[in-house]
C-alpha cells in the first residue's frame, strides 16, 4: 500500500536548475520525517536533505547553499529545489519517509548534469 513516487529529474547543464517532487501515499505523511539522499556511480548513498513534519530542515554539506527542501503535507508531496547544479551533483536522487520506526523510499530519480 505503500508508494513513493519521484519526479523531475532529467539532463541539466552546469548551473542549471531543477525542483525534483516526491508524491506519498499509504502513510501517516503529515507525522513523518522525510528527505532526500542521491547515490552516484560507485559511491555511497549520502544525505542532501532533510525536513521535518513541522519544517526544520538540515542539508548536507556538498548542496549547502544550492537546495533547498520543502514539503506540502496537504498533498502529501516532498520537494527539492536545486539551483547552481555541478557535474558532481550527478546521481540518483532518493525520497525518503520515516515515521513509526519504518524507513521507506522511492525508487529514485537520475539526474544528470553535462554540458
Known amino acids: 500500500q505503500v508508494s513513493l513516487v519521484e519526479s523531475g529529474g532529467g539532463l541539466v547543464q552546469p548551473g542549471g536548475s531543477l525542483r525534483l517532487s516526491c508524491t506519498v501515499s499509504?502513510?501517516?505523511?503529515?507525522?513523518?520525517?522525510t528527505g532526500w539522499y542521491r547515490q552516484a556511480p560507485g559511491k555511497e548513498r549520502e544525505l542532501v536533505a532533510l525536513i521535518s513534519n513541522v519544517g526544520f530542515t538540515i542539508y548536507g554539506d556538498s548542496v549547502k547553499g544550492r537546495c533547498s527542501i520543502s514539503r506540502d503535507n496537504a498533498k502529501n508531496s516532498l520537494y527539492l529545489q536545486m539551483n547552481s547544479l555541478k557535474f558532481e551533483d550527478t546521481a540518483v536522487y532518493y525520497c525518503?519517509?520515516?515515521?513509526?520506526?519504518?524507513?521507506?523510499w522511492g525508487e529514485g530519480t537520475l539526474v544528470t548534469v553535462f554540458p
Open positions: 525518503k519517509v520515516a515515521v513509526s520506526g519504518n524507513e521507506y
Open positions: 499509504g502513510i501517516r505523511f503529515s507525522v513523518a520525517g
